[in-house]
């Protein structure tokens, strides 16, 4: 018999992030905050979720971009020792709304995009996810994060 065990981290939201700061990385675990978007940090190794004990991690993100505004995401994971986040989880990725895989995800400009990517059986230790943001006019950009980690 299985008993499913599940932690849920907070929901992770940002407004307006621009490209100057860029690339961010969340869920902030040390390192300086962007203000105002407390949960997301432009320090690579300042930004993870720790999977020790946990096998399977679900993302679940929902981004709003202005007219001229995009936000590309990928998945990034370390072992725990070297803190470089050198594996692209990305293309091993599942995502579920659109039945697919991919190197990364793009929320187009104008629209509102949701996703909800699982990693299942998940060998890293630390995840994190990377956004980069393309700002073609006037920052507009919205969006919430959140992390699943399940044991099995």
């Not at 039945?99 to 629209?111: E, L, Q, T, V």
Request: overall charge negative; glycine content about 10%; hydrophobic content about 40%.
């Amino acid at each position: 018999m299985t008993t499913q065990n599940f932690t849920n981290a907070p929901r992770l939201t940002f407004q307006n992030l621009t490209t100057a700061a860029g690339p961010y990385y969340a869920p902030v675990s040390t390192g300086a905050r962007v203000a105002g978007n407390t949960d997301f940090t432009a320090v690579s190794n300042g930004a993870w979720i720790d999977m020790d004990g946990f096998d399977h991690l679900s993302i679940m993100t929902a981004f709003t971009c202005g007219a001229a505004n995009t936000i590309e995401l990928t998945i990034w994971s370390d072992d725990g020792v070297s803190a470089i986040f050198g594996w692209h989880e990305t293309p091993g990725t599942y995502e579920s709304t659109t039945n697919a895989f991919a190197a990364s995800w793009i929320a187009p400009a104008g629209a509102t995009t949701y996703w909800h990517f699982h990693l299942d059986d998940c060998n890293g230790k630390r995840f994190q996810v990377k956004l980069v943001i393309v700002d073609g006019g006037a920052v507009s950009n919205t969006g919430s994060i959140t992390f699943r980690r399940t044991k099995v």
